[in-house]
């Protein structure tokens, strides 16, 4: 059985695919989620069961004025059906489902130092040569590598760093003296 969040990112997104809308119900799908976990006091208004249906609707109207029609009769209708909550995790299915339709490959990087942008977007490129497809481009900074770099692209790791080389003759040198 499909999680309820996946139904409702599907549906959303085959809505926003007929009406070529993907990018804008995503951006708006993205910015409201974010204020819901940023102001408690929305959150609690549309997640909790003592606000009516009809104040959620009202309410809703009135901060998302301007707001694309068919993602505020999306809110209308999880707002309807009491499914607010799943909003975050409709969220995440939905990105998913967007970057498969852009082809998008996430590549994360992660150096114990902080790479020029230069580097970043060489290391980026390559890897979307290679893969043949787009690559969404993440870099991070953790000095407990020590040196060198992990690359995450989609679910697979490649680990250079010289924390794992270390642990890695940390665990040759301890199987020689067994």
Known sequence: ??????????????????????????EQLGQFADALQA????AVFFFSPYFSTKEKQDGLERILDGA?????NFLKLLIENHRMPVIFRTRQQFEHMWERENQLLPVD???????????????GRRIGERAGRKVRLAA?????????IVLRVGNSILDASIRNRLEQLRRHVAQGAS
């Open 68 to 72: 694309d029609e068919v993602f505020l």
């Open 140 to 148: 991070h900074v953790d000095p407990d590598i020590l040196g060198g």
């Open 39 to 42: 102001n408690r006091e929305l």
């Open 1 to 26: 059985m499909e999680e309820l969040a996946e139904v409702y990112a599907r549906s959303l997104f085959e809505v926003a695919r007929e009406h070529a809308r993907l990018d804008e119900l995503r």
């Open 109 to 123: 990087i992660t150096s114990a130092i902080e790479l020029d942008q230069a580097t970043t977007e060489s290391l």
